[in-house]
């Protein structure tokens, strides 16, 4: 029913990922709008975003929705809040977060005399990340995962104010709209009955 006549390709799914047609303005609104919509009390919808936002500083991308999904299903905030949270990591903030929870694993595994230390290099690209990957995975992934979480834990409070109070806000407005639009329909319904 809500499937295009003509389906994307792969790169143009891809360009839209990285860069949607409607424009960024627009999919922040369209976001927004998904958030305020959910059914459930704010502080359970807060949790749930900044549950999505901190799983995107560990290291495997492809269960991160999964990973917030459990850890809100455990926690007892919303699901769906978080699959929509896991969207701060996205192609433009990964290598920012990962930069981090790289170099802040690798402090970690210094600091305790552990081998699987790495030392970032200062010119950093793609290739030669995945020659390390490739050739030495746990010397990257092991402090990643271990910085990932650890940034995760410490970073979900300041996440949870960051999406609680504009969540709170936008719920009251649209409440207050609703009661509005509902006390002009009364007032209308009877007006005509009055005629």
């Given at each position: 029913?809500?499937?295009?006549?003509?389906?994307?390709?792969?790169?143009?799914?891809?360009?839209?990922?990285?860069?949607?047609?409607?424009?960024?303005?627009?999919?922040?609104?369209?976001?927004?709008?998904?958030?305020?919509?959910?059914?459930?009390n704010s502080k359970k919808i807060?949790?749930?975003?900044?549950?999505?936002?901190?799983?995107?500083?560990?290291?495997?991308?492809?269960?991160?929705?999964?990973?917030?999904?459990?850890?809100?299903?455990?926690?007892?905030?919303?699901?769906?809040?978080?699959?929509?949270?896991?969207?701060?990591?996205?192609?433009?903030?990964?290598?920012?977060?990962?930069?981090?929870?790289?170099?802040?694993?690798?402090?970690?595994?210094?600091?305790?005399?552990?081998?699987?230390?790495?030392?970032l290099p200062e010119a950093m690209?793609?290739?030669?990340?995945?020659?390390?990957?490739?050739?030495?995975?746990?010397r990257v992934f092991l402090p990643?995962?271990?910085?990932?979480?650890?940034?995760?834990?410490?970073?979900?409070?300041?996440?949870?104010?960051?999406?609680?109070?504009?969540?709170?806000?936008?719920?009251?407005?649209?409440?207050?709209?609703?009661?509005?639009?509902?006390?002009?329909?009364?007032?209308?319904?009877?007006?005509?009955?009055?005629?």
């Open positions: 029913m809500f499937k295009r006549r003509i389906p994307l390709t792969f790169f143009q799914n891809l360009k839209e990922i990285l860069w949607p047609s409607m424009g960024w303005p627009r999919a922040f609104k369209y976001v927004q709008r998904r958030v305020i919509r959910i059914s459930d807060a949790a749930g975003l900044a549950f999505g936002a901190v799983i995107s500083f560990t290291p495997i991308v492809g269960t991160h929705i999964i990973q917030a999904g459990l850890l809100a299903y455990i926690f007892r905030a919303n699901v769906v809040a978080a699959a929509i949270g896991t969207l701060v990591g996205n192609p433009w903030t990964f290598p920012f977060m990962w930069w981090a929870a790289i170099s802040f694993g690798s402090f970690l595994f210094g600091l305790f005399g552990l081998p699987a230390s790495t030392n690209n793609f290739s030669i990340f995945w020659d390390v990957m490739r050739h030495e995975p746990l990643w995962c271990m910085g990932g979480y650890l940034i995760a834990l410490l970073s979900w409070p300041f996440f949870y104010y960051l999406f609680y109070y504009p969540v709170k806000a936008a719920k009251i407005a649209r409440r207050k709209a609703r009661l509005r639009k509902a006390l002009k329909t009364a007032r209308e319904v009877t007006e005509k009955k009055t005629k």
